[in-house]
C-alpha cells in the first residue's frame, strides 16, 4: 500500500516495487486525479493498480492507508510524497492506528545507482508526534 503517491518519484518506486516483484500488493491510496494525471504526465503504467480514491489531502490518504492494512488489503505501508508526521500521526494513533507493544519505527530504502547494495536508513527523520 502506497500512501499519496503523488510525485513522479514516489509513484515511480511503486511502479518499479512492483515490476520487480519487492511489491506483491499494488495499491495506491490519495486522490485518484491527482496520481492519474502524475501517471500520464511521467509515462508510467498504472492500470494494474488499485487505486484508492480519498479526499485531497495527506492526512486523508494516510489515514486510509493505514485503515487498508486494518482491512487486510495491504501488508506493508510505504510513504509516498506526503510529510512524515502525516503518515506516522496515522501509524501510531492511539484509535485506529498500527500500534502494537513494539516499538514503531521507519525506514528508507535507497537504490543508489553509484553503489551496488540497497542501503537501508532508519529513524533518520526528526518526527514531532502528539
Known amino acids: 500500500m502506497v500512501v499519496h503517491p503523488c510525485d513522479e518519484s514516489s509513484l515511480?518506486?511503486?511502479v518499479e516495487?512492483?515490476?520487480s516483484g519487492e511489491?506483491?500488493?499494488r495499491s495506491l491510496s490519495a486522490l485518484?486525479?491527482?496520481i492519474k494525471d502524475v501517471a500520464a504526465k511521467h509515462g508510467l503504467n498504472i492500470s494494474g493498480y488499485e487505486i484508492v480514491d480519498t479526499p485531497p489531502t495527506e492526512a486523508a490518504a494516510a489515514n486510509r492507508g493505514v485503515e487498508l492494512i486494518h482491512e487486510g488489503r495491504g501488508e506493508v505501508l510505504m510513504k509516498g510524497s506526503l510529510?512524515?508526521?502525516e503518515i506516522m500521526r496515522a501509524v501510531t494513533a492511539k484509535t485506529g492506528g498500527?500500534?502494537?507493544d513494539r516499538r514503531i519505527s521507519?525506514?528508507?530504502v535507497m537504490d543508489v545507482p553509484a553503489y551496488a547494495d540497497t542501503i537501508f536508513v532508519t529513524d533518520a527523520a526528526d518526527q514531532?508526534?502528539?
Open 12 to 14: 515511480r518506486g511503486a
Open 17 to 19: 516495487s512492483a515490476e
Open 23 to 25: 511489491s506483491s500488493r
Open 32 to 34: 485518484r486525479a491527482r
Open 83 to 85: 510529510h512524515t508526521d
Open 98 to 100: 498500527l500500534r502494537k
Open 106 to 108: 521507519h525506514v528508507f
Open 128 to 130: 514531532h508526534l502528539p
